[in-house]
């Protein structure tokens, strides 16, 4: 497993903004496909959006599309997810997930590497 370390979480209002990370080294970054996970109260964790290694080819849930951009920063060894007109339904622990698979994956079997999460907090 590798080490991941999300950050960036917080309380906002609907309709705000907020941008989390997630801290890997170079390689993982490089050759892994990355992920975003989320997970509510009393909810099954859920896939919100990944990234390939090969292409940057993204992949979003319905719920996400539009609002929600995956990304990495090379220069900061990040995964970066960037979350604009956030709903109280957002509300979750986010994960940062790392997968050795070349393809593009939303099932969390795939992914071999977890981050600690970081809460998300959409008040209405």
């Known amino acids: 497993q590798e080490q991941l370390v999300e950050s960036g979480g917080g309380l906002v209002q609907a309709g705000g903004s907020l941008r989390l990370s997630c801290a890997a080294s170079?390689?993982?970054?490089?050759?892994?496909?990355m992920a975003w996970f989320r997970q509510a109260p009393r909810r099954e964790r859920e896939f919100v959006a990944a990234?390939?290694?090969?292409?940057?080819?993204?992949l979003y849930a319905d719920s996400v599309k539009g609002r929600f951009t995956i990304s990495r920063d090379y220069a900061e060894n990040t995964l970066i997810l960037q979350m604009n007109s956030l709903k109280p339904e957002d509300t979750a622990v986010y994960y940062c997930?790392?997968?050795?698979?070349?393809?593009?994956?939303?099932?969390?079997?795939?992914?071999?590497?977890w981050g600690q999460g970081t809460q998300v907090t959409v008040s209405s």
């Open positions: 990234i390939s290694w090969i292409g940057g080819n993204t």
């Open positions: 997930a790392a997968s050795p698979r070349v393809k593009v994956s939303t099932a969390e079997e795939d992914f071999n590497s």
């Open positions: 170079r390689r993982i970054l490089s050759v892994y496909t």
